[in-house]
């Protein structure tokens, strides 16, 4: 299994390279297979070639969970894509879910893999309110 990292970072989803976006991006990651890096890449991809542009109080999650499949050479995956918004309860702040999808599956090796977070990520987009 790989180490479980929590990333929050600001990544430049462009809808062209003259109108460059910036939305946040929620990282989580569980994967031996993935890369923080990897993973920044296929969102930012994912965000130009859709001309994703989020209010400033909403975010961009992506989850990306695997473990390996048995003695065999396959992962059985997760991946979980949100658009969240900041809520206030009162004196808390946090965030509601907007739009989700999870895609799920097996595969042997990363750039599948990175190819399903494109396709999840696409998905929830889709759905951007």
């Not at 930012?44 to 390996?68: F, I, N, S, W, Y």
Request: aromatic share 4%; charged share 20%.
């Amino acid at each position: 299994m790989g180490t479980k990292a929590m990333v929050l970072l600001a990544a430049g989803l462009a809808a062209g390279a003259a109108n460059a976006a910036t939305n946040t991006v929620l990282q989580d990651i569980d994967c031996s297979l993935v890369k923080s890096q990897d993973l920044a890449q296929a969102i930012q991809k994912v965000g130009k070639d859709t001309g994703l542009r989020l209010a400033k109080d909403m975010a961009l999650r992506a989850e990306v969970h695997c473990m390996p499949d048995g003695s065999s050479k396959r992962f059985v995956y997760t991946i979980r894509a949100a658009i969240e918004k900041m809520a206030s309860d009162g004196e808390i702040q946090r965030w509601a879910v907007v739009a989700h999808t999870t895609g799920y599956g097996t595969t042997t090796g990363s750039a599948a893999l990175l190819r399903e977070v494109r396709f999840t990520l696409r998905d929830v987009i889709r759905q951007e309110p």
